[in-house]
């Protein structure tokens, strides 16, 4: 039989062939220097930094870089944080897997009007083809 192809089908085409980066975890270090304190896409509060610190307090006096062994953070980000590699934002872990399993587009990137380096008008077409109407 015949089968019906809506744009919605295409734009799943489009995501499976383009995926949308993982966003990795941020560090504690990296929350800080940062200074986020909220979710950019929904708002919800981070852990304060304070929590880091509360830990810090039970370990002995060899953590003094603060650097947290990679295994130990594997998978989970310890500040709650994820970052998008391209525009930098940090988002909780609801909005991670939203993004990446449902509307398969970056919020931070979607919202980023700062000018990148090269031709802002190249910038502006590659964004409106990522864009879709639903
Ligand atoms: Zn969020
Ligand atoms: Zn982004």
Not at 47 to 52: A, E, G, M, T, W
Request: hydrophobic fraction near 30%; glycine fraction near 10%.
């Amino acid at each position: 039989g015949l089968t019906l192809i809506l744009s919605t089908h295409l734009a799943r085409s489009y995501h499976h062939l383009f995926p949308l980066k993982n966003w990795v975890e941020v560090s504690w270090e990296e929350a800080e220097k940062a200074g986020s304190v909220a979710c950019l896409a929904c708002q919800a509060p981070f852990p304060p930094l304070s929590v880091r610190a509360a830990r810090g307090k039970g370990k002995g006096k060899g953590t003094a870089t603060g650097v947290i062994p990679a295994s130990e953070t594997r998978g989970v980000s310890e500040s709650g944080r994820y970052a998008c590699q391209v525009c930098g934002n940090h988002f909780c872990i609801d909005c991670d897997v939203f993004c990446h399993e449902v509307v398969h587009n970056c919020p931070g990137c979607l919202s980023d009007t700062r000018p990148r380096q090269g031709d802002q008008q190249e910038v502006d077409g590659d964004r409106m083809e990522g864009l879709e109407t639903q």
